[in-house]
């Protein structure tokens, strides 16, 4: 039976996104609540191991790291049809960049244990590094695809995918263990349903805490990140603008003009 | 190795053997934080047919160039490239290393940077060293900018988009010395690269064209989109987009302005429907005029453009169209 881990992210709703601001005098991200809802991309990421469920035998555990609340994440995605749910959650686990994520969500693959594929989103919204997918494969020594836009066979022990690539693609074939990180091309996402709620309320989510993973403090959250943030700081306004005014008649012809003043036309 | 006097590195990005332009545009950047370091240049370049490259990279800035020049490394290959690299950097301990957001970059990077047990920052958008001589690290977030430092673990590695620094002026006189890189490269069985497939780009190339348009979430629908591409097209434009309009599927990923797509600088910049989000406006903050079109006249984008129009682009671009027909109209019944 075919092990598939897919790691996801617990991320601040990105509608809601640009409420989260620098405060000018401070310096510091002004406090505001902001819903947490599944990374857009590790949807594609899990129902990309649901239509490989569909098709053959497999288990799909669903991973993430984040703060108790990250649950609900979890608990949604069983929803969807994951098979098992595990959180790694600690208080020091906070504040790290994408290697402590990295390494700290490939202990927990290396705990599940004779894992066949991790699938992870290309992207978080909110970090945006692309980075926690291929640092997992070194850690994990698994070899990676990032931006995979199409499974084109994935039976047996090799599998051959298509990937992003600038203005084109490539087809690369990968000998599973492996790790992919996916684009939105790669399928549709399935919406929850009313019997996935209702199946999902009987199961339980896994937490793993620092003991569990049996690794040093040192080597996760703020201790184990490489990168610091030494400064944040509000862009003032770049330039001052100048509205035109009137009917949506007028507001067209004064743009028109501007844009042949401006050589466009 | 004293890490105040080891060198600042450049992974080289070609295709099909030309240089990409962030190439020379990092290791011009790379030149100007060795001089304040006191310190040299290493470029890596890998490929098959590349040894011609060497000088226009030594033209640009750098002081010596590792070439691994080898029908084994004319394909990118995950496993091949980053064991290429992590040995170099093992041997020569560079104090900072930097990559482009290239498709290659933003895999290899990573990779790279794990192997190596480091910090890695994603798509920069300046680069500085500060006072104790470390590299700072600038990134735009939450509607302002951060800095990024790795003070520990070196390299400091970064990765840069195109178009975030500017191509340096060559000089043919510099000199710089070529280190082959020795082979065998042993192929990696668990991984291969089957082909890259390249196309042609559709529409104006964004980096080039002199009006350049964005839309956003704003369109609504695929149906508003379709309208601000014909405007587009009649203003002979490039058409780019916001990270939204990627997601609702209505515009392609290379499409995308901003930190993680295009760095560009059009004479003329007509947002449409875009909300100012920091990671799309950083891509085009060197545009000469800009203009924006959007409902709220409280939208975060008015306080980084030139001229606003507050409107529904969604009634507005029609209205714009067809003025500019009447207008092209026109002219040709004047001639």
Known sequence: MLKIVVCIKAVPDPKEACNLKIDPVTKTLLRCDVSLVLNPLDKHALEAALRIKAETEAHICVLSMGPPEAGNIVKECMALGADEGILLSDPCFGGADAYATAYTLAMGVQKIGDVDAVFCGMASSDGATEWVGPEMAIMLDMPVVTMVQELTTCKGESWEVKAAWENGYRRMQVRLPALLTVTRDLNTPRALSFSGI????????????????????????????????????????????AFFEGTR????????QKLIEGGVL | MNIETSPIWVVAHQENCHLLPVTPQLVGQARKLADVLGTRVGVVLLGHGVDT???????????????????DLAIYHPEIYTDVIVKLVNEHDPQIFLMGSTSVGRELAPLVAARLKTGLTAHCTDLGINRDGILEQKIPAYGGEITIVCPDRRPQMATVAQGVFPGPSPDNGRRGEVVPIQGPFPISGRIQTLEIVMDEPDGIPLDTASCVLAGGAGAGDLDGWSKIAELATILNAGLGCTRPAVDEGWAELETMIGQSGKMIRPETYLGIGLSGEQQHMVGVSGAKVMIAINSDKKSPVFHQVDYGIVDDCRAFVPVLLEKIRQYKEGQISCQ
């Open chain 1, 249 to 256: 008649e007028e507001k067209a012809e004064a743009l028109l």
């Open chain 1, 198 to 241: 209702i199946k999902a309320r009987k199961k339980v989510i896994t937490q793993w805490c620092l003991d569990d993973l049996g690794v040093p403090a040192e080597r996760v959250g703020v201790k184990g990140s490489p990168t610091i943030v030494t400064e944040m700081c509000a862009v003032e306004n770049r330039r001052t603008v």
């Open chain 2, 53 to 71: 490259q060497t000088e226009h990279l030594i033209a640009a800035g750098a002081d010596r160039v590792y070439l691994g020049n080898d029908p």
